[in-house]
């Protein structure tokens, strides 16, 4: 093992990091994400500092495969576009770097933040960046280059012990983002991490906070539940940690009620995921499909389904719901596809072309009857003969 130093104020080196060389974790270069690598070395080749950082490393560590790999380098944005032209400046509360690679997959590339402030876009350094990082698991950076983990927090002896510690400090932690509630819950079913008794405790005084989140956001972190592969284990955590009833109050209220039923789509759901194959994974709509038929059988919603209530009973689920927002599409997929599961006849779906697929279809399939354009037709005048006086 190396270790990192820094000089302190009186010019001693005081040791920061841990770094674990490639013969001290088990992560192989294979393991990470080709494109990642490719942003990693050409970030480099320009002379940034840059790492693999974050969820990856850990559900490597833990001995899962990442879904997504996120990088952190010293470059500001407006450089990270200019060293990757094909990316897209994104966020107003943290500017990140969308970068567009072969098939459209997209890394995210974030830069060092500063802990000196509480605006969120202003930039610093690798040992500041590490400040604002929310639990140690998530503070590890991966150098592709030496193949080395760089560790400034203990995170991982943290996951070799499976326990879940916060560096924000708690009376700042979920007052900055309460949405950290979820997934500090989240990181611990899917990496079999301990919460301890401080960060469980703050996480019920606390709960409340979640009303202060846009349901964009929550909805995006009820789908990432979803396709998790441990929904079931998941929802009983948020509803022992009390977020539930502030995440999703009608399922709260009325938990008793649905549980049995509730989980055992919940697992059919799990199962779903794990089965589906990296190139095609679950999509939203089939896995809020599965969930759905629980809730709605539990719910006596079975027994209204007919041709004529297909709209309320849409209604009814973007009711019971809130404040996730499920689009229409999904609502209406997912109840069609329910509505032929129980041989219940539903009413013909609306067509409605989108931009994006009035691109792709023909102009005759789009219009019955095209308009022609009229074209004008001069009019001929009468030239004199040369004969004529």
């Given at each position: 093992m190396r270790y990192k130093y820094v000089l302190n104020s009186y010019g001693k080196p005081v040791r920061t990091a841990e770094i674990y060389t490639k013969t001290e974790?088990?992560?192989?270069?294979?393991?990470?994400?080709?494109?990642?690598?490719?942003?990693?070395?050409?970030?480099?080749?320009?002379g940034?500092?840059?790492?693999?950082?974050?969820?990856?490393i850990r559900d490597l560590l833990i001995g899962k495969k990442p879904k997504d790999f996120d990088v952190v380098t010293s470059a500001h944005p407006r450089i990270i576009k200019k060293v990757l032209p094909r990316?897209?400046?994104?966020?107003?509360?943290?500017?990140l770097v969308h970068v567009v690679c072969p098939g459209n997959k997209i890394v995210e590339v974030a830069t060092f933040r500063s802990d000196k402030t509480e605006d969120a876009n202003v930039f610093g350094t690798l040992e500041e960046d590490v400040r604002r990082r929310d639990f140690?698991?998530?503070?590890?950076?991966?150098?592709?280059?030496?193949?080395?983990?760089?560790?400034?927090?203990?995170?991982?002896?943290?996951i070799k012990h499976r326990v879940l510690r916060n560096l924000i400090p708690l009376d700042r932690l979920f007052v900055e983002?309460?949405?950290?509630?979820?997934?500090?819950?989240?990181?611990?079913?899917?990496?079999?991490?301990?919460?301890?008794?401080?960060?469980?405790h703050k996480i019920r005084a606390q709960a409340q906070l979640l009303n202060t989140i846009s349901p964009s956001r929550l909805t995006e972190e009820f789908y990432k539940i979803l396709l998790s592969g441990k929904s079931s284990k998941l929802f009983d955590e948020l509803y022992r940690y009390e977020l539930v009833k502030y995440f999703?109050?009608?399922?709260?209220?009325?938990?008793?009620?649905?549980?049995?039923?509730?989980?055992?789509?919940?697992?059919?759901?799990?199962q779903a995921v794990l089965d589906a194959s990296p190139e095609q994974p679950l999509e939203r709509n089939d896995a809020f499909c599965l969930m759905l038929e629980g809730i709605l059988l539990a719910m006596g919603q079975k027994e209204l389904a007919t041709k004529e209530f297909f709209d309320l009973q849409i209604d009814w689920i973007k009711n019971f719901f809130r404040p996730i927002v499920p689009s229409n599409r999904e609502c209406d997929l997912s109840l069609r596809a329910l509505y032929k599961l129980w041989n219940v006849c539903a009413p013909k779906p609306r067509l409605?072309?989108?931009k994006a697929l009035q691109a792709t279809t023909p102009a005759s399939e789009t219009s019955k009857n095209p308009k022609k354009r009229?074209?004008?037709?001069?009019?001929?005048?009468?030239?004199?003969?040369?004969?004529s006086s």
């Open positions: 974790h088990p992560i192989q270069l294979e393991d990470i994400d080709p494109d990642a690598l490719f942003v990693c070395r050409k970030l480099r080749a320009a940034y500092e840059t790492y693999v950082v974050g969820g990856a990316s897209r400046i994104i966020g107003k509360r943290f500017r140690s698991c998530n503070a590890l950076y991966y150098d592709p280059k030496e193949e080395t983990i760089i560790d400034h927090v203990d995170g991982v002896k943290d983002d309460p949405v950290r509630m979820i997934r500090a819950v989240k990181y611990a079913v899917l990496g079999d991490l301990k919460i301890g008794w401080g960060l469980g999703l109050p009608n399922l709260h209220q009325n938990y008793g009620k649905i549980k049995e039923r509730f989980h055992a789509s919940l697992k059919v759901l799990d409605i072309l989108t009229k074209r004008r037709r001069r009019k001929k005048t009468s030239v004199p003969s040369p004969d």
